[in-house]
């Protein structure tokens, strides 16, 4: 019994003792239209992370185009790299629906659930392939979770049970305080040829400014989508 203490404590005090924790909230804005709102909570233990996002629709768009997404994750971290080992997805844009579950071995993800059901496609994309990929939960959270560097100057490549899209973020330009990076938002594979002539890459920006404690905190996004210039705010 001592022996078998002395393995699980240290796994559970890993989680019983957080090393930093994460609440957010940010405004999306279409013009001075206050259209949906975003929340992001988070975790990190000494070698794991938990996270979960939420997107909501507000006010008047809220009644004519409900658009909700709700993401889970929790791997493992080494330094500023997040490895995920199991996450949950359900997301309706109000022009696609997909609810996931993917569990991930040695990097690779693996479908433990997908709905709704699809049939087969030219363009579809097996998991199995998709070996090294973040899901998305993860990828948002490693633009969000303060850290001493700002997380430009890098390329994440996001895989959510169907679709294979990159993040690829230039390096900032610091001023004092306040930093930004560009980037793209790009289509990679599992996307119909009808989708890719619509866009393959988005381009946005990512706002930081450092807090008292020297970190650098994510403040606002901003992109110009198919319609219109959107601006997601942080509200500190």
């Known amino acids: 019994m001592r022996r078998l203490a002395c393995l699980v404590l240290p796994f559970a005090l890993s989680f019983a003792a957080p090393v930093s924790a994460l609440e957010a909230r ?21 070698q794991d992370y938990a996270a979960e996002g939420h997107v909501v629709t507000t006010g008047l768009v ?6 909700h997404l709700d993401l889970s994750v929790e791997g493992t971290r080494q330094g500023d790299s997040l490895r995920p080992r199991h996450y949950r997805g ?35 994309i ?8 973040l ?23 996001l895989f959510d049970g169907r679709r294979h899209s990159r993040l690829r973020v230039e390096a900032a330009h610091v001023s004092g305080d306040a930093a930004q990076c560009s980037g793209a938002y790009i289509r990679v594979g599992g996307y119909s040829p009808t989708e890719l002539q619509d866009y393959q890459a988005l381009a946005f920006s990512l706002d ?14 901003v992109t110009h989508t198919p319609y219109g210039r959107m601006r997601v705010i942080r509200q500190f």
């Open 135 to 157: 899901d998305p939960m993860s990828a948002l959270y490693t633009l969000l979770r303060p850290r001493a560097e700002t997380p430009c100057g890098q390329v994440l490549d």
């Open 208 to 221: 930081y400014q450092r807090d008292a404690d020297g970190d650098w905190q994510l403040a606002r996004i």
């Open 126 to 133: 097996a998991a199995a392939d998709q070996g090294g990929t």
């Open 26 to 46: 940010f405004e999306v804005r279409y013009g001075i239209l206050h259209v949906a709102d975003v929340t992001v909570s988070a975790t990190e233990g000494a």
């Open 62 to 67: 809220g009644l004519l185009r409900e658009v």
């Open 90 to 124: 359900d997301v309706d844009t109000g022009r696609r629906q997909i609810q996931s579950e993917l569990a991930y071995d040695a990097g690779v993800p693996r479908i433990l659930a997908l709905a709704p059901p699809e049939p087969a496609h030219p363009w579809d």
